[in-house]
């Protein structure tokens, strides 16, 4: 089976996003995904990011697919779907537990292998902040995100790992974790210009 994995990284056009509309792949997205394609299910890891968007949006509240976190309360609060997580590299087989990897994006990856999702096909997987950021100004220098940036209360800066071309070495260092071959998978990432580039590229074209 193979599945889209829609990520936040500014590799998400408007032509990408008309894609989205047009696959009939089953889509799984994280954070502000729901905004922008059709989901099957939607994970989201911080706690502060559904309880900012959560009463702002009806989209989110009514949207017809899953919602997933690993935050109990916040599951419990909100109606969505919980799975508990631990610290753990690589990818969880247990269905009723997620391996965390310091962001949404990493963790999706778990999401999508608990529903039998053999084939991953990334977009918005960038890894990487704009050329130029030096970690000590809350300004990247250019766009994080397809949409910009998150509201203030939301955003995270880091200067931990971040490399000269903005590669996140951190969170790569997560992936790298991943073996696909362990879990009879396949990864293709199809985000021009990520950082995550360790595992299979392609065009999205040529992968939906």
């Known amino acids: 089976m193979r599945a889209i994995l829609l990520g ?5 056009t408007d032509k990408v996003i008309r894609q989205l509309h ?19 299910a939607l994970y989201a890891n911080n706690k502060e990011w559904w309880d900012y ?6 989209a989110l509240r009514g949207g017809d697919f899953d919602k997933w976190t690993y935050d109990r309360e ?4 909100y109606g969505l779907k919980f799975i508990r997580g631990v610290w753990k590299e690589g990818l ?3 269905p009723g537990v997620l391996h965390w990897g310091h962001g949404s994006g990493y963790e999706l990856l778990g999401i999508v292998l608990h529903y039998g999702v053999t084939e991953f096909v990334l977009i918005g997987y960038d890894l990487r902040f704009p050329r130029g950021y030096d970690g000590n100004r809350k300004q990247a220098g250019g766009d994080r995100h397809y949409f910009g940036e998150y509201p203030p209360a939301l955003r995270h800066w880091t ?7 903005g590669e996140l070495g951190g969170l790569l260092d997560m992936y790298r974790t991943i073996d696909p071959g362990e ?3 396949r990864i293709i990432n199809c985000s021009p210009g990520t950082a995550l580039d360790f595992f299979e590229t392609g065009k999205l074209d040529d992968e939906i």
Not at 159 to 165: D, E, T, W
């Open 8 to 12: 936040t990284g500014p590799s998400v």
């Open 53 to 58: 968007y959560w009463p702002r949006d009806a």
């Open 183 to 185: 879990y009879g998978i």
């Open 74 to 77: 916040t599951a419990d609060k």
């Open 92 to 94: 969880s087989t247990d």
């Open 159 to 165: 200067r931990q790992g971040v490399g000269k071309g």
């Open 22 to 40: 047009e696959t009939k792949l089953p889509i799984f997205g994280c954070n502000n995904a729901y905004q922008i394609a059709p989901l099957k």
